[in-house]
């Protein structure tokens, strides 16, 4: 979605760092584990 936001230079929503944020978060339990 990021990417997405670059290229087509689209205005950036709240809800695309909320997901990037429950992105890392994800990945961080996996790498806890």
């Known amino acids: ?3 997405a936001v ?3 230079k689209e205005p ?6 909320v997901s990037f944020c ?3 978060g994800a990945v961080y339990f996996a790498f806890k584990k």
């Open 22 to 24: 429950f992105l890392l």
């Open 1 to 3: 979605s990021v990417f």
């Open 12 to 17: 950036f929503h709240t809800k695309y760092l």
């Open 6 to 8: 670059w290229y087509l």
